[in-house]
């Protein structure tokens, strides 16, 4: 049975980060790819990051592009999304998700299987 689980949210000031980590389990393909999704209320899923089997693939949306980094940990069947300088406009539920058999990023909702159940960021003062 294939589960995604997220963690590592919360409140936090603008300026201030955040890491947060998607662990999974189940997977029945070493190729796959993990993305990074948030929805704000009232708006559409958008894909925020995403790295592929070989790290070497990634993907940003430009609206974090030099202030989030992904990075995986095979070992421990997770991937990390490190966000520096959070913004009030990243406030959103972020999800991650998997895309298995896939090798390299993409950003399109409805090519991932599953998905993780979403945690709050809030950025605020």
């Known amino acids: 049975q294939v589960q995604l689980v997220e963690s590592g949210g919360g409140l936090v000031q603008p300026g201030g980060s955040l890491r947060l980590s998607c662990t999974h389990s189940?997977?029945?393909?070493?190729?796959?790819?993990i993305g990074w999704f948030r929805q704000a209320p009232g708006k559409e899923r958008e894909g925020v990051s995403c790295?592929?089997?070989?790290?070497?693939?990634?993907y940003f949306v430009d609206s974090v592009k030099g202030r989030f980094t992904i990075s995986r940990d095979n070992a421990k069947n997770t991937v990390y999304l490190q966000m520096n300088s959070l913004k009030p406009e990243d406030t959103a539920v972020y999800y991650c998700?998997?895309?298995?058999?896939?090798?390299?990023?993409?950003?399109?909702?409805?090519?991932?299987?599953?998905w993780g159940q979403g945690i709050q960021v809030t950025v605020s003062s």
């Open positions: 790295i592929g089997t070989w790290a070497s693939s990634t």
């Open positions: 189940g997977f029945t393909s070493n190729n796959y790819i």
């Open positions: 998700a998997t895309d298995l058999y896939q090798t390299g990023c993409h950003s399109r909702v409805s090519r991932y299987d599953y």
